[in-house]
Structure formats: C-alpha cells, structure tokens
T-cell receptor
C-alpha cells in the first residue's frame, strides 16, 4: 500500500492562530480525504480534497475554517484557521488505493490552548 | 442519516480469550463495510467486506458480513496484549460517494 506521511505529527497552538497540516503520498492517488477525530470520538470526514478544483466539504465544515489545497496527485494540505480549544483533535488524511480500501496517514495531534 | 453502531463500547479480557466485536448499520445504498484497528493515531486497515456470508480471515482475525440483518462481526481468537486497541467499523455507501461513516469504536483491552 501507499506510504502516507503527515507533518507535523503534533503541535500545540494558541487560540486565534492557524496551522497548516501537510499530507504526502509516495504514489499518485485520485482520492484524498481529511478527517477529524475529537477526543474520545470517532472519525468524522471534513472534506474530500479534489485535485485541480475546490474541496468538497461535509455538512458542518466550511472552507473559511478548513481551507484545503490539492496541487497534485501526491500532496494535500489542510489549514485549521482561527483556532479555538474546540479544534483540539487528531487530524488524519487518507487515500483510496484499491476500490473501497482507504488507508490513513499517521495523523496530526493538535492541541489548542 | 447514515448510522453505524458498534458494541460493546469497551471490552476487557484476558490474554488467550476469544472476542467478538459487533457493528450494525443503517444506511441507504450500502456498498461496503471496513474494519480498522487504531492503536495510537492512525487507523490500520484490517478488512473490507461487500458480500454476505463470505468470511475474511487474516491470522487470528476474521470478519463476516450479514447484509440481510445489517451487521458485521470481527472475531479475534487467542488474543494477545498487542491486540489492545480501538477497533473501528466504517460503512461506505453508493459508488460516486467515497465517504466513510464511522462507528464510535470498541476499546479492547487485553490483560496479560
């Protein structure tokens, strides 16, 4: 399966600032996704990162808060903007390789003070 | 609204025991069900199921899907401390919508 890396692996940020998380894949993939996992909760899809066009956001998530870039088939970024403590979560990117098989990156643990 | 429910929420067993984890779902246009193991941050892919009654097996882990009763089980035999993790079930709906809907997970703890 593809090797997925994320940077940073963890960060502690101040309220009101923004953080950009990078996701790099070692092969070209069509589908890339960004998920959030709040403490004690399961994974929730934020958006699908589309190469060459705007991301497709799920209900409850907006581009102004979570802008996403997908400049090519191996890379994507997620920015968490104007952070508040409620944004403290693990952020995960995932890719789909074979049909119906999604694989996850190592995750970014974000703490907002 | 699509719904995925896992049970039990947590489970503590002794090493060597066999466990069965449950996942039930209510979705429109079901396509596939996936199981993941989450130890720290990243969920690790275990199985993908699309057809009823066909068991998928990997070592001590196995899983089966019942599309009539809308559930899946994940079995782990001869459990080891390394099996301690959160086990997540996710469901995908119709082609063209690649979204996974996740259950809340089962936290499994294996006592030596």
């Amino acid at each position: 399966s593809a090797v997925i890396s994320q940077k940073p692996s963890r960060d502690i940020c101040q309220r009101g600032t923004s953080l950009t998380i990078q996701c790099q894949v070692d092969s070209q993939v069509t589908m890339m996704f960004w998920y959030r996992q709040q403490p004690g909760q399961s994974l929730t899809l934020i958006a699908t990162a589309n190469q060459g066009s705007e991301a497709t956001y799920e209900s409850g998530f907006v581009i102004d808060k979570f802008p996403i870039s997908r400049p090519n088939l191996t890379f994507s970024t997620l920015t968490v903007s104007n952070m508040s403590p409620e944004d403290s979560s693990i952020y995960l990117c995932s890719v789909e390789e074979a049909v119906d098989e999604q694989f996850f990156g190592p995750g970014t643990r974000l703490t907002v003070l | 609204e699509d719904k995925v429910v896992q049970s039990p929420l947590s489970l503590v067993v002794h090493e060597g025991d066999t466990v069965t984890l449950n996942c039930s779902y209510e979705v429109t246009n079901f396509r596939s069900l996936l199981w993941y193991k989450q130890e720290k941050k990243a969920p690790t892919f275990l199985f993908m199921l699309t057809s009823s009654g066909i068991e998928k097996k990997s070592g001590r882990l196995s899983s089966i899907l019942d599309k009539k009763e809308l559930f899946s089980i994940l079995n782990i035999t001869a459990t080891q401390t390394g099996d301690s993790a959160i086990y997540l079930c996710a469901v995908r709906v119709q082609r063209g919508n690649e979204k996974l809907t996740f259950g809340t997970g089962t936290r499994l703890t294996i006592i030596p």
